[in-house]
């Protein structure tokens, strides 16, 4: 009875061995997808209005991010220096030798100030000058911060668009 009963189990069991390994697959497809090309991430706050909204769902690839390629006028999700818990979106307004000039308080004063941007650095700051806590308070970011490059909008579907890198003025 056992040598029959374990021939009826075998192609069961092989079954679900292949169907593991399938699982197993997927996972790591998805794991290295998300890792290494792309991902989902949700804006929250008002720092890049009026580009994004609050709430927006946007699909960033970390290619760019990897090859050294993003440039001036690109969206970013970067770690925030002065909160690693935090991921923040902004715009890269300079790379290592530009020349940026920022205003020190938008809300407060006209007074410029100008920095050179270091080596192995990018300035970032938000779209929405007046409630943004970027480059202008914590200054140039370490390009080892930076995670991915924005370059589609996902969610809601009114908002659905490629995202380019067009420097914003204001």
């Known amino acids: 009875m056992g040598m029959e009963r ?11 061995l292949q169907n593991t390994a399938r699982v197993a697959n997927f996972f790591c497809l998805l794991h290295f997808t998300g890792a290494y090309m792309c991902t989902v991430a949700k804006l929250v706050g008002p720092s890049m209005l009026p580009t994004f909204n609050d709430g927006n769902l946007v699909l960033t690839e970390r290619i760019t991010t990897r090859s050294g390629k993003v440039g001036s006028g690109d969206v970013v999700l970067v770690r925030a220096p002065d909160d690693p818990s935090k991921v923040v979106a902004k715009r890269v307004k300079g790379v290592e030798g530009d020349v940026v000039s920022y205003l020190l308080d938008p809300s407060k004063t006209d007074e410029l100030n100008t920095v ?30 930076l995670h991915s490059r924005v370059f589609f909008v996902v969610w809601p579907p009114a908002d659905f668009r490629s995202v380019g890198n067009k420097v914003l003025r204001f």
Do not use: C, M, Q
């Open 6 to 16: 374990l021939r009826e189990l075998t192609p069961i069991v092989k079954e679900a």
């Open 116 to 145: 050179v941007v270091p080596k192995g650095h990018i300035w970032i700051e938000g779209d929405n000058a007046h409630n943004s806590h970027d480059s202008r308070h914590f200054g140039p970011v370490p390009y080892a911060l």
